[in-house]
């Protein structure tokens, strides 16, 4: 098979050495320590570190970069709910789509390769959510694979006439089904009717489950054994989980056994559940971002994404899904070299099969989305996200980024 691109003298972030990679039709075609016969367009790395394309399985494009339009009076959970329903009433397609474009070109150029976002649907916002996403997932599909899933962020039970809308979002084109339990009248019977909507549809599963600190108990149970008894296994991710952080170790624990045996998947989302939990507390503040890293060593497939960014709900962040993976490793306290792989991980591979993509890696085979950095090592990576970034998107090169730097020294300066 003919290469379409070379990429010459690569570290690896799980093998020692410099490596050359081939890329043809789309995937990984060979690894090797050996020179490759020249084959196809060539690129010399220089020793950049290769990682897998990092993957955003959480975001929110239609509510993103709100804040010059309002910016936050009280900094609160309550008022970003409040404020933001009141700012979608005035969503156009046109303006969801100008955000949208902005945040999907911002991720290209960070190196992220596929995303999930989740698409709001309503009484309140109607289709024009999924109006405006469904065209950008075939505009940008040369550098970016997207994901929509049809969300209810109002709730269900109080609202039931966002049902068919659900259904006709579905029908439209919508990859996943969602929902925000947590703000349902019964989130019982909310997570009864995504299932309902995901057997009818033959589709994924993504909630955003188990958020705020109140002391309702875990949803979590409930759904486990709604994916079990429906056989959703490995269909199933959850956003958020930051009740997962209050819980003591053996309660964690037997979760995590019944997490694993559902191949559910949990992403955690620091950049939001730091800034909006434990708001409770005077002092001794909990952190509220979910344990993913004792989820992982007891073999459930975790990840880490960006959720949101500029608006009330989280007014912070670029997007990049490598500077979430620093806040992560800092507030989880994951400073070993071996720690800092499974970061990376949680935003390249795991974050791919959270979202039932099964083919983003390293291997032979794999599909060819991938990142070059200006770093050396994982650890680098993950200690501080480089701009420097060359993307590949299916064996092409999509976008580059540099560090543009200049220093002046006065002319008094002492040379050495
Ligand atoms: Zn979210």
Redesign the pocket.
Known sequence: MPHDLQLLDVRLPDRDGRWNVALSQGKIAAIASSPLPPDGERLDAQGQLLIPGLVDG???LDKALLLDRQPAQAGTFAEAMAETLRLKQGFTVDDIQARARQVLETAIGFGITNLRS?VEVDPTAGLRAMEALLPLRQEYAWGITLQLAV?AQEGITQQPETLPLLRQAMAMGGDVIGS?PYVDTDPKANVRHIFDIAQEFDCDVDF?LDFLDDDEPLLLPFVIDETQRRGWHGRVCL??MTKLAWLPPEELADLATALRESQISVLA?PA?DLYMMARRETHSQRRGVAPIHRLAAQGVNVGV?T??ILNL?TPFGDGDVLKICTLLAQVLQMGTTASHRLCLAMATTQAARAIGIADVGLNVGDRADLVLLSATSVSEAVGAAPQGRTVIKAGRVVAQSRLDQQLFAPRNAVVQ
Request: hydrophobic share 40%.
């Open positions: 959480h975001i929110h989740h969300f925000a955003h956003g958020h989302l939001s994404a959720n949101n709900f």
